[in-house]
């Protein structure tokens, strides 16, 4: 018998750790080897399921939750297995899902007998041996590994600082990445607090400020002031993937077109007693083949005009979210605040903010404590900082996609590189997908993608 494959994967987030559940479920007994590789101390939880406040939800009910494509059942089924009220409709705690996925990946390890391993650290470089085809992966203060394929499983990265924020950059009047807690949690909570940006992010971070005893003012600060839609109670099934819904057949495939077809339906839709909800879920299984007919000239069209409107009713809050939030505004504890910053400065204890409001010439002043960056990750490879993403764009293992949404990939999933070609033997699988399929940073979508990629893993390094 032949030496087992090598497979690494660098990052253990749900999409590392469902590729290597999906290959170790997938390889024949003995053929391959999977190396896991994360810098954190917890596997499977990644950024989002690694917290352990059960006020932040899941934005999915758990019906569509399972983090198995082939069994749609296997959450529920967990949840039953802790309260049998649990059931397809509810939204559940961000941190009982990070429990299901670390649980899900040691079943995949007790079945595997030894044939995963976990390797806890940081991965400085990445380097192909033309010759053998192998992979030297260099990690920080660890010995190297040696691997046949190599998955680039990188999840979100933090946002890059507004132009804006340049006069309190590196002071304690400024929280540059939104997922540092303990940083929240020293936030001067005696003074207004002004977040940038009011995506999901934005309302974890005023969820996390207004849970705690002293609970200061918020200001949600944002372009147009939008505020993300709620789920409805009692969701329906997500809808079948057949074909693309009749209202869409025979529309051109220009951004006009497509929107004005949707907003009709929607509208059609409410007008005969049903819920716009249910115009967009249909959209959801179509929305990758939409997103490339619509070319790079509509798909930048999209990101400059639609996207800001799309975001909001297609990514919702859970039920009980969204009427916190609610709560929190009509209280006037938080206000929403529509317009551009223009500058921030430090005067003692006291950070002004000159910001221009959303149809006005004037700019005004607004007096805060401290101001936390939640306008959202940043996928241009080309201005990510991460020593690995330095290290693979300097060598030309990758490159980013015209939009500069994320890394550039094949049918395959193979990692492009700086000349046009794909690299044989690297992958990319996480949220950086959205370049080529829009609809990639939900587990809906990124379950398919880890199962398909285990698939084409299979086969002998491409």
């Not at 977040?195 to 005893?213: N, P, Q, W």
Request: charged share 20%; net charge positive.
């Amino acid at each position: 018998m032949s030496a087992p494959r090598t497979l690494a994967i660098i990052g253990a987030g749900y999409s590392g750790a469902l590729t290597a559940v999906q290959a170790l479920r997938q390889a024949p007994p003995g053929q391959l080897r999977v190396a896991l590789i994360e810098r954190r101390s917890r596997f499977a939880r990644g950024l989002a399921y690694h917290t352990w406040d059960d006020n932040l939800l899941l934005n999915v009910p758990a019906g569509n939750m399972s983090a198995l494509a082939e069994e749609p059942q296997h959450f529920v089924d967990y949840l039953r297995g802790i309260d049998p009220a649990f059931g397809p409709a509810s939204f559940i705690s961000r941190r009982i899902y990070g429990d299901y996925l670390e649980d899900t990946l040691q079943a995949a390890e007790r079945a595997a007998n030894g044939q995963l391993q976990r390797v806890n650290g940081s991965v400085r470089s990445l380097n192909r041996d033309t010759t053998t085809g192998q992979w030297r992966i260099a990690l920080v203060g660890g010995p190297a590994l040696q691997a046949d394929t190599v998955v680039l499983a990188l999840g979100h990265f933090a946002p890059l600082d507004p132009a804006a924020v340049a006069g309190i950059r590196g002071s304690d009047a400024y929280v540059a990445n939104p997922w540092d807690g303990d940083a929240i949690d020293r936030a001067d909570r005696t003074r207004p607090i002004a977040i940038l940006g009011a995506a999901h992010t934005a309302i974890d971070v005023l969820f996390r400020l207004t849970s705690a005893g002293t609970a200061p003012d918020v200001l949600l600060i944002s372009r147009r002031g939008l505020l993300a839609q709620g789920h409805r109670f009692a969701p329906k099934a997500p809808p079948p993937a057949t074909d693309i819904p009749a209202f869409l057949q025979g529309v051109p495939p220009t951004l006009r077109a497509y929107t004005r077809a949707i907003i009709r339906e929607a509208r059609g839709q409410e007008a005969a007693g049903g819920d716009w909800r249910d115009t967009l879920n249909s959209l959801r299984p179509h929305t990758p083949t939409l997103w490339q007919r619509l070319g790079i000239a509509g798909q930048r069209r999209f990101l400059r005009e639609v996207v800001p409107y799309w975001d909001i009713h297609r990514h919702r809050l859970a039920p009980a979210a969204s009427r916190r939030l609610e709560q929190l505004l009509q209280s006037g504890q938080v206000r929403r605040v529509a317009g551009q910053l223009l500058s921030a400065a430090t005067d003692g204890a006291v950070t002004q903010l000159r910001l221009r409001p959303r149809g006005a010439g004037a700019a005004q002043a607004l007096a805060v404590g401290t101001v936390i960056n939640c306008t959202g990750p940043t996928y241009d490879i080309g201005l990510i900082q991460e020593p690995l993403i330095v290290e693979l764009r300097e060598s030309g293992l990758i490159r980013p996609d015209p939009l500069r949404l994320g890394m550039e990939v094949d049918a395959g999933y193979r990692v492009i590189a700086r000349d046009g070609t794909a690299t044989p033997g690297l992958y990319y699988v996480g949220p950086m997908l959205k370049a080529r399929y829009w609809e990639a940073i939900a587990i809906p979508e990124l379950r398919v993608h880890t199962q398909r990629l285990a698939q084409q893993l299979r086969g002998p390094p491409a």
